[in-house]
């Protein structure tokens, strides 16, 4: 069972940046698909960044130039940098692990794939 545990979140300005994390109870990365949903009130949850074995990534045009993910496989954590943060960026971001031998298929970028999930951390920018 893998444990995922998110940190970083916070209020900020519009324009501002955060730095998300999520630690792991074990060594994922290499046979995972590593990811971070976020979810408004009343949206679905929706995928904002996605990472693989090898290292590529993947975002959604929402947020793509302004966010970025990476890992650290010796620490066994991951990354959101998120910069020029604006009001709709506001929600719950998860942290999330697909056991999918390190590919992240089209299926996962959608949140059904991700069996491991973190409990959350919240991002608040006001304008």
């Known amino acids: 069972q893998v444990q995922l545990v998110e940190s970083g979140g916070g209020s900020v300005q519009s324009g501002g940046s955060l730095r998300l994390s999520c630690a792991a109870s074990?060594?994922?990365?290499?046979?995972?698909?590593m990811a971070w949903f976020r979810q408004a009130p009343g949206k679905e949850r929706e995928r904002v960044a996605g990472?693989?074995?090898?290292?590529?990534?993947h975002y959604p045009d929402s947020v793509k130039g302004r966010f970025t993910i990476s890992k650290d496989n010796a620490k066994n954590t991951l990354y959101l940098e998120m910069n020029s943060l604006n009001p709709e960026d506001t929600a719950m971001y998860y942290c999330?692990?697909?056991?999918?031998?390190?590919?992240?298929?089209?299926?996962?970028?959608?949140?059904?794939?991700?069996?491991?999930w973190g409990q959350g951390t919240q991002v608040t920018v006001s304008s």
């Open positions: 990472i693989d074995n090898l290292g590529n990534t």
């Open positions: 999330a692990a697909a056991d999918s031998g390190g590919y992240c298929a089209i299926s996962l970028l959608y949140a059904g794939g991700y069996k491991y």
């Open positions: 074990e060594n994922t990365y290499g046979s995972y698909c």
